[in-house]
């Protein structure tokens, strides 16, 4: 009794549980993407040399994943305000745990963090992105917007890549969520500009700019 009194105070504190659960148990951070998915990103990462942006980190699982799989000289920008997530508000971001989810498990060096919202990062910046990882809100009009804003920036041979984009015609139903799986069909269909459909695992889709 007096122990689960305990754990029920201690779990009140902020971020307090993700963070046990970083140190012991850091897969069950990452329930929102698959061990495919993950390999997936792994695989582009490794074959980016340059500047990759995140839009979207949360808790860091895949900021980990991207930042120990890319080249020595590449380098990972996350962009998240870290707040509650755009189809889950009981779920919350986190610098905290993101920051010592790379540390612990990513390339920490390789990676730096702009905790704002991706429209307002989006004024300051001007380098070229290699690799582009859009991951944020999940309605229509914001994961469109974070497109239209970044893609400029990817040049020929670049990879953009889409979570929670695919087969998702009902809320939370099918591999994804309406809005990012609607904005990956345009672009398959040419809606978007020429873009070119080279892989899809799970929910996760990635295209090409030739």
């Given at each position: 009794?007096?122990?689960s009194?305990?754990?029920?105070f201690?779990?009140?504190?902020?971020?307090?549980?993700?963070?046990?659960?970083?140190?012991?148990?850091?897969?069950?951070?990452?329930k929102?993407?698959?061990q495919?998915e993950?390999s997936?990103?792994?695989?582009?990462?490794?074959?980016?040399?340059?500047?990759?942006?995140?839009?979207?980190?949360?808790?860091?699982?895949?900021?980990?994943?991207?930042?120990?799989?890319?080249?020595?000289?590449?380098?990972?920008?996350?962009?998240d305000?870290?707040?509650?997530?755009?189809?889950?508000?009981?779920?919350?971001?986190?610098f905290?745990?993101?920051?010592l989810?790379?540390?612990?498990?990513?390339?920490?060096?390789?990676?730096?963090?702009l905790?704002?919202?991706s429209?307002?990062?989006?004024?300051?910046?001007?380098?070229?992105?290699?690799?582009?990882?859009?991951?944020?809100?999940h309605?229509?009009?914001?994961?469109?917007t974070?497109?239209?804003?970044?893609?400029?920036?990817?040049?020929?041979?670049?990879?953009i890549?889409?979570?929670?984009?695919?087969?998702?015609d009902k809320?939370g139903?099918?591999?994804?969520?309406?809005?990012?799986?609607?904005?990956?069909?345009?672009?398959?269909?040419?809606?978007?500009?020429?873009?070119r459909?080279?892989?899809?695992?799970?929910?996760?889709n990635?295209?090409?700019?030739?």
């Amino acid at each position: 009794m007096k122990f689960s009194l305990i754990k029920k105070f201690l779990f009140r504190v902020p971020h307090l549980e993700n963070f046990i659960r970083l140190l012991f148990r850091p897969e069950s951070l990452a329930k929102w993407t698959s061990q495919e998915e993950r390999s997936c990103l792994a695989k582009y990462a490794a074959k980016t040399e340059g500047k990759i942006v995140e839009i979207g980190t949360f808790r860091g699982s895949t900021a980990a994943v991207i930042s120990k799989a890319m080249p020595p000289k590449s380098r990972l920008f996350c962009i998240d305000p870290f707040i509650a997530d755009s189809m889950d508000p009981d779920e919350r971001g986190s610098f905290f745990i993101s920051y010592l989810n790379v540390l612990l498990y990513g390339d920490i060096k390789k990676v730096t963090f702009l905790k704002k919202y991706s429209n307002e990062a989006i004024k300051d910046w001007q380098d070229e992105i290699k690799m582009l990882w859009i991951d944020g809100s999940h309605h229509y009009e914001d994961v469109k917007t974070d497109f239209k804003d970044w893609s400029p920036f990817v040049p020929s041979g670049g990879y953009i890549l889409f979570h929670d984009s695919n087969h998702a015609d009902k809320a939370g139903e099918g591999k994804g969520w309406p809005g990012p799986t609607q904005l990956c069909n345009e672009i398959k269909l040419g809606q978007h500009g020429d873009y070119r459909h080279i892989d899809s695992v799970d929910s996760l889709n990635v295209f090409l700019k030739p």
